[in-house]
């Protein structure tokens, strides 16, 4: 079983910054890749950013050049940094893991609660 806790949302006024953790445990863990997604209300969830083990990062057309993702292998965290905030920016993101299943070579997906990031005008 894994399990992912965030941690870091919060309100912020347009142009501030804030930081998220997501933080993955479980026994015997193998993680390719960890990220975040968003959800405004009304929409579809979104990318946000992923990054592999390996270090290789994607983010979303509209966090470009604003948001930056890292990694911490040794503590299975991954962390997102978001600068210039914006009203659109706010949603519940979640963390995701792609946790990679030993047994069958496979691959599962697994998501955190949810933690919600509001930015004011």
């Known amino acids: 079983q894994v399990q992912l806790v965030e941690s870091g949302g919060g309100l912020v006024q347009a142009g501030g910054s804030l930081r998220l953790s997501c933080a993955a445990s479980g026994s015997d863990l193998r993680i390719a890749a960890m990220g975040w997604y968003r959800q405004a209300p009304g929409k579809q969830r979104e990318l946000v950013a992923t990054?592999?083990?390996?270090?290789?990062?994607k983010y979303g057309d509209s966090v470009k050049g604003r948001f930056s993702i890292s990694r911490d292998n040794a503590k299975n965290t991954v962390y997102l940094q978001m600068n210039s905030l914006n009203p659109e920016d706010t949603a519940v993101y979640y963390c995701?893991?792609?946790?990679?299943?030993?047994?069958?070579?496979?691959?599962?997906?697994?998501w955190g609660q949810g933690t919600q990031v509001t930015v004011s005008s």
């Open positions: 995701n893991a792609v946790v990679v299943l030993t047994a069958t070579l496979s691959f599962r997906d697994y």
């Open positions: 990054i592999t083990t390996a270090g290789t990062a």
